[in-house]
């Protein structure tokens, strides 16, 4: 179900019939558009036009240009829920070009969370096909405070295409990158200074479009005073109607524009019949008017005709469509008109939010009717509103919007209430704050049974009725978050047995943790099976996304089982069905990709690898599912590690562990671990040997899956101290601990653990010397693998003592032909392949130290090219430091001292 579209936020204000022409302002406008600004910024206080003047505009350029074409989106406070934000920007822009936005809306409605990235990006690409211009106009940016949509426009104007153009006005500046395009010359700026009336506007305005009569002496005095502001002169204007002693009167008020608007819309009100004033004063607590919904108000029935009579009285009413149904007062009038009236009848104001609470309920618009009901303080109507609202909440993903409400309402009111309870409960366990989780469950419950001592008013609703089992999934949840492998089979049980048959969700998410439980206690046989169950519940429950994204964990699982190629097929059959309908669903499409990318690394196909990453990074930079975002990055880091960059991958790392989230899914491949193992390949065992005293880790541990990964790395970490310093206790604990690993792994049949344990006894003889074992030992670990080619970067991963010792068995006719074909996977750089002889009369090779690793080589082809440093950096996703690192390695093998002349002696040796 798609999330509900205002109609009266994409309006398009027309241009009033009277109005001072800002022919000044119109020109540079103009001008902008011809010099190919990407952005226009209105920066103005309010009352100051900024939106008369774009409206202006527009109907000037739409008038000279027919082609032009105007998407307009007025801002509000609950576009900071990105949700709300991009669909009504997509609506926008499909509202004026039908072949714009259909796949950035589906994205939308089927996504798990909030797809920024790839929805922008598929509505940018549908921009770069229409014809002619557009101008996409954001009125009211300031009321934007959340970093997420400033990120969404920013990615907007950093990919913006030629044919559209960012119209943004605002209170004051927006965070978007200013600085960058003015040095770029792509943003022109109107500020108050430019939008004050000058001394001629402000007479034509006074005297032509007000119908006074002032005199020059008059006009000149009330420019001063407001100092061209225009909702100044326009308060003043409309004091004046009707006075005969205009200056007196103009010099009966100066001050500040705060001090002169109480002033001036005082006179103004007192002006207004009784039957004038009440309905302003009662309807101002609105922030959209409709006949209706003022009569609701008022207990009148004159709602529309009085609406029109304001606007054509220049009282501030603005419309907001077309049949001048719905209308708002200017912000300005609005906000002094609400301090009169909790000036003058305090006690009626709760009233009124009421009786807009339930007409807005009435009418099915249950977020303001939710915002009336908290601003009146009705916090139990509130909640009750909430409950009810939940359902559509969740499905169109307005996270922000509910963590809003449920912060507003007293915590009293939230405790009482057992559906509300329960996901403020969801929402502390996703944000990280696990000890926050269960007093929130343990409320829910209370209410349930009416502990609570009140009388039970929830909403009767389905998620009320699947309480019960929805908080055992989430207390399965916790234990998971916690590490409590126990905990979480316990509350997945108890889940199943509350769920009711046709309950797919509950006994999906239960099926799911009962899978990850015997999943984090090493048993993949079970978990494969129980995990598949989960998956079957989703499928029953339509939940397409749900249903795909957990294919992540079933393939992960697959690989613990030693199946790479059961897990390559399930991401392929994913794919296939995610992109069956003749719009694909991106989000997932995306974590599927970079799935792909990890089992492609494992067989040794970097370039296919990095292929599905970039792909990803397309759908969506970041992954996105918020517990999936991390992987990105840690694959990136692998392929990195592959291609000899240890620097670019261990800051990758970093990146993932910034973004890895507990609680979602057992941590069986810990990233402190994987960094150890790219200082244990660089020979700094030091900082390795820290990783192990931090994290506890020895060979004499306590055995178990969760830990497992961890001691496969301590024995690399202990092989090394052999290979550097000949320690003879570090290679009797490495073979000691290596034993009980593999009877771990033979007891609980877990062939991908199996393989690596011998592959690493294989690398302990050799390492020792002793090559018959070490053979011995290969064989067995190739002959436990269904597909040995599927583990080629298992391997060739640890260098070259490992590719030593397959040259040997393959030189001798040993093992068949997997030491070969492990090999031909590797890179020239790993294997150590020598250069081909230079052809007569050919440049002589250079005489480096050593070679270029693959990763300088891709710098090098880069360096040859346009790209900037930084450009370069963000290109191979490592920082400046990391690039300038490469260089100079670069440009030391070379023996040269600057970009162009490395690029050059590249050329001379072939090299690129």
């Given at each position: 179900?798609?999330?509900?579209?205002?109609?009266?936020?994409?309006?398009v204000?027309?241009?009033?019939p009277r109005?001072?022409?800002?022919?000044?302002l119109?020109?540079?406008?103009?001008?902008?558009?011809?010099?190919?600004c990407?952005?226009?910024?209105?920066?103005?206080?309010?009352?100051?036009g900024?939106?008369?003047?774009?409206?202006?505009?527009?109907?000037?350029?739409t008038?000279?240009?027919?082609?032009?074409?105007?998407?307009?989106?007025?801002?509000?406070?609950?576009?900071?829920d990105?949700?709300?934000?991009?669909t009504?920007?997509?609506?926008?822009?499909?509202?004026?070009?039908?072949d714009?936005?259909?796949?950035?809306?589906?994205?939308?409605?089927?996504?798990?969370?909030?797809?920024?990235?790839?929805?922008?990006?598929?509505?940018?690409?549908d921009?770069?096909?229409?014809?002619?211009?557009?101008l996409l106009?954001?009125?009211?940016?300031?009321?934007?405070?959340?970093?997420?949509?400033?990120e969404a426009?920013?990615?907007?104007?950093?990919?913006l295409?030629?044919?559209?153009?960012?119209v943004?006005?605002s209170?004051?500046?927006?965070?978007?990158?200013?600085a960058r395009?003015?040095?770029?010359?792509?943003?022109?700026?109107l500020?108050?200074?430019?939008?004050r009336f000058?001394?001629?506007?402000?007479?034509?305005?006074?005297?032509?479009?007000?119908?006074?009569?002032?005199?020059?002496?008059?006009?000149?005095?009330?420019?001063?005073?407001?100092?061209?502001?225009?909702?100044?002169?326009?308060?003043?204007?409309?004091?004046?109607?009707?006075?005969?002693?205009?200056s007196?009167?103009?010099g009966?008020?100066?001050g500040?524009?705060?001090?002169v608007i109480?002033?001036?819309v005082?006179e103004?009100?007192?002006?207004?019949?009784?039957?004038?004033?009440?309905?302003?004063?009662?309807?101002?607590?609105?922030?959209?008017?409709?006949?209706?919904?003022?009569?609701?108000?008022?207990?009148?029935?004159?709602g529309?005709?009085?609406l029109?009579?304001?606007?054509?009285?220049n009282?501030?009413?603005?419309?907001?469509?077309?049949?001048?149904?719905?209308?708002?007062?200017?912000?300005?009038f609005?906000?002094?008109?609400?301090a009169r009236m909790?000036?003058?009848?305090?006690?009626?104001?709760?009233?009124?939010?009421?009786l807009?609470?339930?007409?807005?309920?009435?009418?099915?618009?249950?977020?303001?009717?939710?915002?009336?009901?908290?601003?009146a303080q009705?916090?139990?109507?509130?909640?009750?509103?909430?409950?009810?609202?939940?359902p559509?909440?969740?499905?169109h993903?307005?996270?922000?919007?509910?963590?809003?409400?449920?912060?507003?309402?007293?915590?009293?009111?939230?405790?009482?209430?057992?559906?509300?309870?329960?996901?403020?409960?969801?929402?502390?366990?996703?944000?990280?704050?696990?000890?926050?989780?269960?007093?929130?469950?343990g409320?829910?419950?209370?209410?349930?049974r009416?502990?609570?001592?009140?009388?039970?008013t929830?909403?009767?609703?389905?998620?009320?009725?699947?309480?019960?089992?929805?908080?055992?999934?989430?207390?399965?949840?916790?234990?998971?978050?916690?590490?409590?492998?126990?905990?979480?089979?316990?509350?997945?049980r108890?889940?199943?047995?509350?769920?009711?048959?046709?309950?797919h969700?509950?006994?999906?998410?239960?099926?799911?943790?009962?899978?990850?439980?015997?999943?984090?206690?090493?048993?993949?046989?079970t978990?494969?099976?129980?995990?598949?169950?989960?998956?079957?519940?989703?499928?029953?429950?339509?939940?397409l996304v749900?249903?795909?994204?957990?294919?992540?964990?079933?393939?992960?699982?697959?690989?613990?089982?030693?199946r790479p190629?059961?897990?390559?097929?399930?991401?392929?059959?994913?794919?296939?069905?995610?992109?069956a309908?003749e719009?694909?669903?991106?989000?997932v499409?995306?974590?599927?990709?970079?799935?792909?990318?990890?089992?492609?690394?494992?067989?040794?196909q970097?370039?296919?690898?990095?292929?599905?990453?970039?792909?990803?990074?397309?759908?969506?930079e970041?992954?996105?599912?918020?517990?999936?975002?991390?992987?990105?990055?840690?694959?990136?880091?692998?392929?990195?590690?592959?291609?000899d960059d240890?620097?670019?991958?261990?800051?990758?790392?970093?990146?993932?562990?910034?973004?890895?989230?507990?609680?979602?899914?057992?941590?069986v491949?810990?990233?402190?671990?994987?960094?150890?193992r790219?200082?244990?390949?660089q020979?700094?065992?030091?900082?390795?040997?820290?990783?192990?005293?931090?994290?506890?880790?020895?060979?004499?541990?306590?055995?178990?899956?969760?830990?497992?990964?961890?001691?496969?790395?301590?024995?690399?970490?202990?092989?090394?101290?052999?290979r550097?310093?000949?320690?003879?206790?570090?290679?009797?604990?490495?073979?000691?601990?290596?034993?009980?690993l593999?009877?771990a792994?033979?007891?609980?049949?877990?062939t991908?653990?199996?393989?690596?344990?011998l592959?690493?006894?294989?690398?302990?003889?050799?390492?020792?010397?002793?090559?018959?074992?070490?053979?011995?030992?290969?064989?067995?670990?190739?002959?436990?693998?269904p597909?040995?080619?599927?583990?080629?970067?298992?391997?060739?991963?640890?260098?070259?003592?490992?590719?030593?010792?397959?040259?040997y068995?393959?030189?001798?006719g040993?093992l068949?032909?997997?030491?070969?074909?492990?090999?031909?996977?590797?890179?020239p750089?790993?294997?150590?392949?020598?250069?081909?002889?230079?052809?007569p009369?050919?440049?002589?090779?250079l005489?480096?130290?050593?070679?270029?690793?693959?990763?300088?080589l891709q710098?090098?082809?880069?360096?040859?090219?346009?790209?900037?440093?930084?450009?370069?950096?963000?290109?191979?996703?490592?920082?400046?430091?990391?690039?300038?690192?490469?260089?100079?390695?670069i440009?030391?093998?070379?023996?040269?001292?600057?970009?162009?002349?490395a690029?050059?002696?590249?050329?001379?040796?072939?090299?690129?």
């Amino acid at each position: 179900m798609p999330t509900p579209v205002l109609a009266t936020k994409l309006f398009v204000p027309a241009r009033r019939p009277r109005l001072v022409e800002r022919s000044r302002l119109i020109q540079r406008l103009d001008a902008a558009l011809v010099r190919g600004c990407k952005l226009m910024l209105i920066s103005a206080p309010a009352g100051f036009g900024k939106t008369t003047l774009v409206s202006d505009w527009i109907a000037h350029s739409t008038q000279r240009q027919p082609s032009t074409r105007v998407a307009w989106l007025s801002l509000d406070d609950g576009d900071n829920d990105p949700s709300r934000l991009l669909t009504h920007l997509v609506a926008a822009l499909h509202g004026i070009d039908a072949d714009i936005g259909s796949e950035a809306l589906h994205l939308l409605h089927n996504a798990q969370t909030v797809p920024i990235e790839p929805t922008l990006t598929t509505l940018i690409n549908d921009v770069t096909r229409a014809s002619g211009h557009i101008l996409l106009v954001l009125d009211d940016y300031h009321v934007i405070e959340a970093r997420p949509v400033h990120e969404a426009v920013i990615f907007l104007l950093d990919h913006l295409p030629s044919q559209l153009r960012l119209v943004v006005a605002s209170r004051s500046d927006p965070p978007l990158p200013l600085a960058r395009l003015r040095t770029r010359e792509e943003l022109t700026e109107l500020r108050a200074d430019d939008l004050r009336f000058t001394r001629d506007e402000a007479e034509r305005f006074l005297n032509q479009v007000m119908g006074l009569t002032l005199s020059t002496a008059d006009v000149d005095a009330l420019e001063t005073r407001t100092e061209g502001w225009v909702a100044g002169l326009q308060l003043a204007a409309l004091s004046l109607q009707d006075r005969e002693d205009a200056s007196a009167f103009i010099g009966a008020f100066t001050g500040s524009h705060r001090f002169v608007i109480d002033y001036l819309v005082e006179e103004v009100l007192r002006q207004q019949p009784d039957h004038v004033r009440g309905f302003l004063l009662d309807t101002a607590v609105l922030d959209r008017l409709t006949g209706a919904l003022c009569d609701a108000l008022t207990g009148r029935d004159d709602g529309s005709g009085m609406l029109e009579t304001l606007e054509r009285a220049n009282l501030f009413v603005v419309p907001l469509d077309d049949q001048r149904e719905w209308y708002r007062y200017h912000h300005l009038f609005a906000d002094v008109l609400r301090a009169r009236m909790l000036s003058e009848q305090p006690e009626r104001v709760p009233m009124l939010h009421r009786l807009a609470s339930a007409w807005y309920e009435r009418n099915d618009l249950s977020e303001e009717a939710v915002k009336h009901a908290l601003a009146a303080q009705d916090f139990e109507r509130a909640a009750y509103l909430m409950e009810l609202a939940l359902p559509t909440i969740r499905r169109h993903r307005h996270d922000a919007m509910l963590l809003g409400w449920l912060k507003a309402l007293p915590d009293d009111v939230v405790r009482r209430k057992p559906v509300l309870s329960v996901f403020y409960g969801w929402m502390m366990l996703v944000s990280g704050d696990l000890d926050a989780v269960e007093p929130r469950l343990g409320d829910a419950e209370r209410a349930l049974r009416g502990v609570a001592g009140t009388a039970n008013t929830s909403a009767d609703t389905e998620e009320l009725r699947t309480l019960p089992a929805t908080i055992a999934v989430y207390r399965a949840s916790l234990a998971q978050a916690r590490g409590d492998v126990a905990g979480m089979a316990e509350h997945a049980r108890r889940a199943l047995e509350l769920a009711g048959p046709a309950d797919h969700l509950a006994r999906g998410g239960a099926a799911g943790f009962l899978g990850l439980a015997a999943w984090a206690n090493g048993d993949v046989e079970t978990a494969l099976q129980t995990f598949s169950d989960a998956v079957a519940s989703l499928h029953a429950a339509g939940n397409l996304v749900d249903e795909l994204s957990s294919t992540i964990v079933l393939a992960d699982m697959w690989v613990a089982a030693g199946r790479p190629s059961k897990a390559r097929r399930l991401y392929e059959h994913a794919l296939q069905q995610a992109t069956a309908e003749e719009k694909a669903v991106l989000p997932v499409t995306a974590n599927l990709h970079v799935g792909l990318s990890e089992i492609h690394r494992e067989l040794g196909q970097l370039d296919t690898a990095t292929r599905h990453l970039e792909t990803a990074k397309t759908l969506g930079e970041r992954a996105s599912m918020t517990e999936s975002r991390y992987r990105w990055f840690v694959a990136m880091a692998r392929v990195r590690e592959a291609e000899d960059d240890p620097e670019a991958a261990a800051e990758l790392l970093d990146q993932a562990e910034r973004l890895y989230l507990r609680g979602f899914f057992p941590e069986v491949r810990p990233i402190a671990a994987m960094k150890a193992r790219i200082r244990i390949a660089q020979g700094k065992l030091l900082e390795a040997g820290d990783w192990a005293r931090q994290r506890g880790v020895s060979a004499t541990d306590d055995l178990s899956y969760l830990r497992e990964f961890d001691h496969l790395t301590l024995v690399r970490l202990l092989i090394g101290r052999y290979r550097v310093h000949r320690d003879d206790s570090a290679i009797r604990e490495a073979v000691g601990l290596l034993r009980r690993l593999l009877e771990a792994a033979e007891g609980s049949r877990r062939t991908g653990s199996l393989v690596e344990v011998l592959m690493l006894q294989a690398l302990a003889h050799e390492t020792q010397g002793d090559r018959p074992l070490a053979v011995e030992a290969l064989e067995k670990a190739l002959a436990a693998a269904p597909e040995p080619e599927d583990y080629v970067r298992l391997f060739l991963d640890e260098g070259e003592p490992m590719v030593s010792l397959l040259r040997y068995a393959e030189e001798r006719g040993l093992l068949g032909h997997h030491p070969r074909r492990l090999l031909d996977a590797g890179t020239p750089v790993e294997l150590g392949a020598a250069a081909p002889e230079a052809a007569p009369g050919a440049t002589p090779p250079l005489s480096m130290v050593e070679p270029l690793s693959g990763r300088e080589l891709q710098v090098l082809r880069l360096l040859n090219s346009e790209l900037s440093g930084p450009e370069i950096a963000r290109e191979l996703f490592v920082s400046l430091n990391t690039l300038r690192t490469h260089t100079k390695h670069i440009f030391t093998k070379l023996e040269v001292s600057s970009r162009r002349a490395a690029v050059r002696r590249a050329q001379e040796h072939g090299l690129i």
